[in-house]
């Protein structure tokens, strides 16, 4: 059948049971409290502290404001993080929001989740960083003027495809990418945070002068700052997209976080007084690419070692997003909700390529349409949407169901503050600048209900899509992750 349910695991990771015959495939637990902190700050590190500081700060009208949006995107991303270890200590299985949406709520609301996740936010997402890869990458070939369009986005597509022949080909292999580039990301960022210190130290302190004035104090123009700081800290709940795969789940999930998330905001906050010191309001606003600015202006000669660095901390961070970005894609999979060929890997590598081409097809996709800042947002709305939806869960189980054995307690008032303002970030940008593209997005997550209730409610498997899988498998040499040892 193109779709059904089965429950599943890793195949690289096996353990026999002989008492039934049958080969049990679970995922072994390997990440500890390093790992977890490293897995945190290595994805939430990417592109958006290098392209998003300048959007901030035009949005909010000046330097003062925007470090204050950078200090509480830093604070909210922490709560939902607090928030989502309560989550991860009750319903100890991996998938993120998508389980336990699917846990609390039950299929459906799990299916219009997973179905927008897969097809649209997660290429958004990786489509994104990729861009943002692009913009850094070619800016050296372009000096004093901004890159073409054309180069940007070709640059992208490249990333994209070489992520890709790198993923389906051996999992080692990315995971070594992922690790070479997260040095290279802090590396960049200590430079800058030390440039910064030295210009404070000899007085360049003119940006923090009258830092609050011509403050913007729209109601959807902060919605959209917060989108773009907020941005730079996503990868916050990545923890709990591979909780079957901790040591010591109840201790782990919650330590790193409190390890990882304000050692980001730190970093972050630094970054942007340096970025402040080194150029005017103005100046950092005409700046297509900051980090490059800033290099050409502190370091002179050796300004592209930024450029380089930057480029392989967004390459870096674009691995670990479309390295992760399968996971969703699998787990539902797992519970029926996606087509089968979604949840298979490669009969020799061991790799689930299906997922991983498929959301490379929906990436390029997204590129050869959208710029950085509006994929961005779309990508934002979409996230919030569903953290609300998330945290909503929480609050249901701390009140409805407190009985339920939880190791780690998070106090009520955060997951209130947290859905309160995912209900503001949703909101804001719709009253405030109301977009026709906000319509087609909660078009097309409604959209779902079309495939919903003929293909997983009434598990209706038409014979040409049997048909369909079979010739892909063929062609793309993959199986099914389950298999019996009889």
């Not at 992520?163 to 690790?179: E, K």
């Not at 606003?285 to 592209?304: E, H, I, P, R």
């Not at 997204?366 to 779309?378: D, E, H, K, Q």
């Not at 078009?443 to 209900?449: E, P, T, Y």
Request: with cysteine.
């Amino acid at each position: 059948s193109t779709m059904r349910e089965r429950k599943t695991t890793d195949p690289l990771h096996s353990s026999t049971d002989p008492s039934e015959g049958k080969e049990k495939l679970r995922l072994k637990q390997e990440v500890g409290l390093i790992s977890g902190v490293s897995l945190i700050a290595g994805t939430m590190i990417g592109s958006g502290i290098f392209m998003s500081p300048e959007w901030v700060l035009h949005h909010m009208g000046n330097p003062a404001s925007s470090l204050l949006i950078w200090a509480a995107c830093g604070l909210l991303a922490m709560f939902g993080a607090l928030s989502y270890a309560e989550l991860g200590t009750i319903i100890k299985e991996s998938g993120g929001e998508y389980i336990y949406i699917l846990r609390i709520f039950g299929s459906f609301p799990a299916f219009l989740f997973a179905y927008t996740s897969v097809i649209l936010v997660r290429p958004a997402g990786l489509a994104a960083v990729c861009l943002s890869f692009a913009e850094y990458a070619i800016a050296p070939f372009y000096p004093g003027c901004t890159s073409p369009q054309v180069a940007i986005k070709c640059t992208a597509a490249a990333c994209i495809l070489i992520l890709t022949i790198i993923n389906c080909l051996n999992v080692r292999l990315a995971t070594s990418v992922m690790n070479i580039f997260t040095a290279a990301k802090l590396l960049a960022l200590l430079v800058i945070v030390v440039g910064g210190l030295v210009l404070l130290a000899k007085g360049q302190t003119q940006s923090f002068q009258n830092g609050f004035q011509g403050t913007t104090a729209g109601f959807g123009a902060v919605g959209v700052a917060f989108y773009q700081g907020l941005w730079s800290y996503d990868g916050w709940n990545n923890l709990n997209y591979v909780t079957e795969e901790l040591k010591r789940p109840e201790v782990t999930l919650p330590r790193a976080l409190m390890i990882a998330i304000p050692l980001v905001t730190c970093l972050y906050l630094l970054v942007n007084v340096s970025y402040l010191a080194a150029m005017t309001p103005s100046e950092l606003l005409s700046s297509g690419a900051v980090a490059v600015t800033w290099g050409d202006k502190v370091l002179g000669s050796w300004a592209w070692l930024i450029s380089l660095s930057v480029a392989l901390s967004t390459f870096g961070s674009s691995n670990g997003t479309f390295f992760s970005g399968g996971r969703v894609c699998y787990i539902a999979a797992r519970e029926g909700h996606m087509p089968d060929i979604l949840s298979m890997a490669h009969v020799r590598f061991l790799t689930p390529s299906p997922a991983l081409l498929f959301t490379s097809a929906m990436s390029l996709i997204m590129i050869i349409s959208g710029s950085f800042t509006s994929i961005v947002n779309f990508f934002s709305f979409m996230a919030w949407l569903f953290y609300g939806m998330t945290i909503s869960g929480l609050l249901y189980l701390k009140i409805k169901k407190p009985e339920l054995p939880r190791s780690y307690k998070v106090p009520i008032i955060i997951p209130i503050i947290v859905l309160m303002a995912a209900v503001y970030l949703v909101l804001a940008p719709i009253i405030d600048q109301p977009q026709v593209e906000i319509l087609y997005i909660v078009l097309f997550v409604f959209s779902g209900i079309i495939f919903y209730f003929p293909l997983v409610h009434f598990k209706y498997h038409p014979r040409f899509l049997q048909r369909v899988t079979l010739h892909l498998q063929l062609l793309l040499e993959v199986a099914p992750t389950t298999k019996d040892a009889n």
